[in-house]
């Protein structure tokens, strides 16, 4: 017998090959396993819903019947709707004194708690807790501070010699702004933290030169902090509009849209005429319509911030 010697012959850049491949598509499962119930989420819950609100826009549909295809009707139906037109003012009007007077609220609470003195987290903290706190507690509260007769706001403007201080909340006036101060009240904090972060990533560098030639408070906010806020304030100027054109909350546990229409909004008139009128076809065309408004809003700010860094 003779024995026979079999030579295997390893080549190790291949094995090394495969052992690469296999480790890339390991790493790819362990992505994919993280991001597939986020992303599985918003294609059900989100993606699919908003792809049928644009085709439920052109229906007529009350969500018992079968949906029936009307064209632009809804639109049409629209444009002659004194409500709907009453709710996009009023849209505007919320945005308008809510996003300018929040911007500025968060900055300066930004600059004056950007300091390293003791306790400063505590004031942070305290500035920050309204936003994270039960939205239905703090409309309560609010409710309470606003009421005509009890409330402590009139009290103390009855106290300083207003004699007739405003309704507030009773008031077709006075509803809207009592809104936008709750809602500025709120939100502040969690943009004056956005800022805080902002005014933490200026180089020290700049003030000391700054100082050294002379500069002053107002030159060094006006020459550094201002322009090295920019990207800052462009994020926080695209999230406050957003979120000012799709106010829900506030409305409905303060006001519920009165008294009368003076604090119906855009997306009350949609939550209306979809769970509460089971109009879901005219509920659509609305939403259609404020997404484009938005998404045109959004637009034409991302065009004025690249002008901006052009030059």
């Known amino acids: 017998m003779s024995n026979t010697n079999t030579n295997v012959v390893v080549n190790a850049p291949e094995i090394k090959i495969v052992s690469e491949k296999k480790r890339k598509r390991r790493n790819t499962l362990v992505a994919w396993s993280f991001i597939a119930p986020n992303f599985l989420g918003f294609f059900i819950f989100t993606l699919i819903p908003v792809v049928a609100s644009f085709v439920i826009a052109f229906m007529k549909w009350d969500a018992f019947s079968a949906p029936e295809f009307i064209g632009l009707k809804n639109f049409i139906t ?74 402590l ?49 200026i180089p020290k560098e700049l003030y000391e030169a700054a100082k050294i030639d002379g500069a002053n408070a107002w030159h060094e906010f006006r020459h550094i902090t201002l322009p090295m806020l920019a990207p800052t304030t462009f994020l926080v100027l695209i999230m406050l509009t ?35 009128k089971y109009d879901f076809g005219y509920a659509s065309a609305i939403a259609l319509v404020l997404f484009v408004i938005v998404l045109g809003i959004t637009i034409v700010q991302f065009r004025i911030q690249e002008k901006k860094t052009d030059y």
């Open 153 to 201: 706001i009139n009290e103390f403007l009855r106290w300083i010699g207003i004699d007739h201080p405003p309704g507030w909340t009773s008031s077709s006036k006075w509803a809207m702004p009592a809104i936008i101060i709750v809602s500025v009240w709120r939100g502040m904090g969690y943009y004056m933290v956005l800022y805080l972060a902002g005014l933490q990533s």
């Open 78 to 151: 629209m444009i002659h709707d004194t409500t709907f037109w009453i709710s996009l003012w009023n849209t505007v009007y919320y945005t308008i004194g809510t996003v300018p007077l929040t911007l500025v609220c968060s900055l300066l609470l930004a600059i004056l708690l950007n300091k390293k003195i003791r306790g400063i987290g505590t004031f942070r903290a305290a500035i920050f807790f309204p936003y994270v706190t039960s939205l239905v507690a703090i409309a309560v509260v609010w409710n309470m501070l606003f009421h005509p007769d009890m409330g």
């Open 242 to 276: 957003i979120s000012s054109f799709k106010v829900f909350d506030l409305i409905q546990v303060m006001t519920m849209g009165g008294p009368g229409r003076a604090t119906n909004v855009l997306v009350y008139l949609i939550y209306n005429q979809a769970f509460v």
